[in-house]
């Protein structure tokens, strides 16, 4: 997952830049999407089917020193109650809902979820590089 959205880059030039201080989120969260989603946050996000976004600590991720980060549990969504439709992207966000987008990418492979299954990303699925 390389592409920052247009408010983390924002975020960062804020504080590289111009100095200001800007404050890390207590949690992320993982958003799907049943299209691509873009820099703006722009996107068809899940809804319904008891489907909410997956909350990760700061430690979910495994910082490679060189500026990759790479998912190091693996996060489970709650079983589908209804139909999701066909998974095609992800966004990481800074809010349970509304908030901030920081990345997004789309899925190397879609994923239909109807009313029973279960979506994951299993360890080292999300990749996320800052270049």
């Known amino acids: 997952m390389a592409n920052a959205s247009n408010y983390l880059r924002s ?3 804020d504080q590289w830049i111009n100095g200001n201080t800007v404050a890390a989120p207590a949690f992320l969260y993982i958003a799907l999407y049943t299209d691509s989603l873009n820099a703006a946050g722009t996107g068809t996000e899940v809804t319904g089917g008891s489907y909410v976004r997956k909350s ?11 500026g990759g980060f790479t998912l190091n549990t693996q996060l489970e969504f709650v079983d589908a109650t209804g139909s999701w439709g066909t998974i095609q ?29 279960t979506f994951r990303f299993n360890i080292g699925a999300i990749v996320i590089n800052i270049s």
């Open 89 to 117: 992207s992800l966004g990481i966000w800074d809010a349970s809902t509304g908030g901030n987008l920081l990345v997004f990418d789309d899925l190397a492979a879609t994923k239909v979820i109807e009313s029973g299954d």
């Open 56 to 66: 990760v600590s700061d430690d979910s991720f495994t910082d490679d020193g060189v």
């Open 11 to 13: 975020q960062v030039g």
